[in-house]
């Protein structure tokens, strides 16, 4: 049996340089919101599933008044730390095994979604992954998670934050590592 955990620890400890991040991340969230909420655009998520079937754009039950997610329960080891959490498959675990880092490959979607607890993040990965998903976490600072697109109750599940390619990349400027969950 493969122990994920100790290669992810493993190669945790090199670092590439990363380019610094300086954008009003804040402002481009809320300017990608309102467009991919704008009837008038056609957006296209693409084909998921085995099957090649076709998503559908996206039409929320509500939309958000405020881009920042509101505080979750801090973890008590570091107030100024929020732990996020996201189940994946499996080339998406042996992308983050060898980069450690939350990537986005071709044919995946453009951002990422991250669940607040643990338990939510299996129950997606009951629904998407069919239940052969690994639940990742990590710890990322107060500071990086508010710039984060916030649902109260994605599909219906529980909260989870919405991170576009500059703040993914900013998750992986700032995060303490990539661990297996529990």
Known sequence: MINWTRIIDDRATTKAERPDLSITIREAAKDLWEKAN??????????????????????????????????????????????????????????????????????????????????????????????NGITVETRIPRSTFDTLLYHERWDGIGPAVWAEPPQLELINQTMDGIRVWP
Not at 66 to 82: L, S
Not at 105 to 118: I, N, Q, R
């Open 38 to 131: 704008d009837v008038v655009n056609d957006i296209h998520l693409g084909v998921v599933g085995d099957d090649g079937s076709e998503d559908q754009p996206y039409q929320p039950d509500e939309v958000p008044t405020e881009i920042a997610a509101p505080a979750p329960t801090r973890d008590d080891r570091d107030e100024d730390q929020v732990q996020i959490f996201r189940n994946v498959d499996e080339v998406e675990f042996n992308d983050i095994a060898a980069t450690q880092r939350f990537n986005i490959a071709p044919g995946m979607m453009v951002g990422k979604w991250f669940a607040l607890t643990g338990p939510d993040a299996e129950e997606w990965g009951r629904r998407l992954n069919k239940g």
